[in-house]
């Protein structure tokens, strides 16, 4: 599923929190994101990307904070850019760190809540706090937070007002992976709640284990979106390779020599590592192969399964 | 008017440097308004006061630097530093973003110059013949001038992130060399429609003082600058883009 232009709903369908139509945005001659067009409902999405690729780019747009050069950002049904009143529903975390260092967690916070116009801003800043477990440090100026503590306290000012909409640039920067777990598990309570969280990441462990869905841009352009496994399936002009760890390696890669399925072989340390440009072909032929020619299989697995391998993958192309 | 705002802008600017650069610099007028009298000389204090010490130090220089380093910094430093966007994310109008920081920019700096100017001028010329009149007259201006150049500012830092190196520009080369050598220029100089006011407020003689420019002159271009700059500041801050192409 690639670059999709979404077709109009259903009208048995609720509408997206957020369309994205065939959006562009450039810099004189730079063109940072390309005719990009997608939707997004309930659930947590990662935007995945390269440095240069677009997605901070596309994350600004997202939270109306850069005019699109051609195309639209809706979110909630209205046009994202230059509409202040929309931040009532929004919640947004910068990627960068800088929070304001003379003030405390706490009336970092509670300024948000202020700022949002709540009617008990003290009891949404407890309740903000508390949930990104910030507690203990609450009262300390923010100046004096790790850069952990930061995010954590970033999150609960963005998550202050208990936005539908949530969108998050790098929010685990920093974080150990006590507070990484935990903010993941807060990330999938909002989102079962109904909420729309789109959050962008370099970590691809991050997009992997938290996002339903992801966007993958790569220069400028929207590579591939949907589920991750989805996508690795879709790109079947992919080669894969797999790692074989075999009794005798020399003669396997002999034998597959042969083989139409087999694009390359490398033999080194110990193991083979065996390039096929038709992953099932090769599943197929392997293990009868390998009995064939008297060789024991000890171990065969994919090189290639992480979704930076897809990533690297879509980058090259 | 967002209290919020406002009192986030209050915590920013009385930043510990930041004060102690300005007390630093409030020494100068005060020391050398002693040093005139402690020493006594020869020129008429008003006079002395009018020209050199309020007209020249305060209005020329303390004034403009004062409200360079306010202004710029009321919204230009989270501007640069990225903390904007904790403001500008919020459901609110620019208007109730911008109008406070300018407030507290705009009334700091007037408070702070105020004080010296009063202290300086009193220091020097309390008691002297037109010495009150003198000192009355700087101090209304320096109020009228603070709100003017802050409004310029905070415009700048809107408008460049270069805004201090464009202010100082303007302060040191706009006001000091260019409306000095083409007089037509002087009506496009907050401090010389300072001293107008300074002047019209005073009613002195004229060797005493004697400003260049008219007072209802000052009176309109002072008006003039400060709402086209908060309109533009506004309107800017309303259309301001936070990106990066990454």
């Known amino acids: 599923m690639t670059a999709p232009v979404p077709p109009p709903p259903p009208a048995n369908v609720p509408a997206p929190a957020i369309e994205v139509l065939k959006v562009s945005k450039w810099y004189g001659n730079v063109v940072a994101v390309n005719d990009i067009s997608f939707s997004l409902g309930a659930g947590i999405t990662g935007l995945l990307g390269p440095n240069g690729a677009g997605t901070s780019t596309m994350l600004h747009m997202l939270a109306g904070f850069l005019r699109p050069s051609a195309g639209a950002v809706r979110v909630l049904g209205q046009d994202a850019w230059h509409n202040p009143s929309l931040y009532a529903h929004i919640g947004l975390v910068p990627e960068r760190e800088a929070v304001y260092p003379f003030l405390t967690g706490w009336e970092f916070v509670r300024l948000s809540a202020q700022l949002h116009g709540l009617p008990d801003p003290e009891a949404a800043t407890r309740r903000a706090i508390a949930e990104v477990d910030l507690s203990t440090a609450q009262d300390r100026a923010t100046g004096g937070y790790s850069k952990g503590m930061k995010q954590r306290v970033k999150i609960a000012a963005a998550i202050v007002h208990d936005p539908r909409i949530l969108i998050l640039d790098e929010p685990f920067n920093g974080a150990d992976p006590r507070q990484r777990l935990h903010m993941m598990g807060m990330l999938r309570r909002m989102a079962a709640e109904g909420r729309t969280i789109v959050f962008s990441s370099h970590i691809l462990e991050e997009v992997e284990r938290l996002a339903e869905d992801v966007l993958v841009i790569v220069t400028g352009r929207l590579a591939a979106s949907g589920d991750f496994r989805e996508i690795r399936r879709l790109m079947t002009d992919r080669p894969h390779t797999f790692n074989v760890r075999s009794s005798d390696n020399r003669r396997l890669a002999a034998a597959l020599v042969g083989i139409p399925a087999v694009t390359g072989l490398d033999l080194e340390d110990g193991r083979l590592a065996v390039r096929s440009s038709d992953f099932g072909a090769l599943t197929r032929v392997l293990a009868p192969l390998a009995r064939d020619s008297g060789v024991s299989l000890f171990e065969v697995l994919p090189a290639d399964e992480s979704l930076e391998s897809v990533f690297s993958y879509l980058v090259k192309r | ?246």
């Open chain 2, 1 to 246: 008017m967002s209290m919020p705002v406002a009192w986030l802008t209050l915590r920013q600017l009385l930043g510990a440097k930041r004060t102690l650069l300005l007390i630093a610099a409030a020494l100068l007028p005060i020391t050398l308004a002693l040093v005139f009298r402690l020493t006594g000389p020869e020129v008429e204090p008003a006079r002395f006061v009018a020209r050199t010490l309020l007209g020249r130090l305060v209005v020329g220089t303390m004034l403009p630097l004062s409200a360079l380093v306010l202004g710029t910094a009321a919204i230009g430093s989270e501007i640069e530093d990225g903390t904007a966007v904790y403001l500008l994310s919020k459901p609110l109008p620019r208007r109730v973003i911008l109008l406070p920081k300018l407030a507290v920019s705009a009334g700091l700096t007037l408070i702070f110059m105020v004080v010296v100017t009063l202290a300086a001028g009193l220091i020097a010329a309390g008691g002297e013949p037109d010495g009150g009149a003198v000192v009355a007259g700087f101090a209304v201006a320096v109020a009228a001038g603070a709100v003017v150049y802050s409004a310029l500012f905070v415009m700048l830092s809107v408008y460049t992130t270069r805004a201090f190196i464009a202010g100082l520009i303007y302060v040191f080369l706009w006001e000091q060399v260019v409306t000095r050598i083409f007089t037509g220029t002087r009506i496009l100089s907050v401090r010389q429609a300072t001293l107008a006011i300074a002047d019209g407020v005073a009613n002195v003689s004229s060797t005493v003082f004697d400003a260049d420019l008219a007072t209802w002159k000052a009176l309109v271009m002072m008006a003039a600058v400060t709402t086209i700059a908060t309109i533009y500041a506004i309107r800017r801050l309303s259309r301001f883009e936070i990106g990066e192409t990454s």
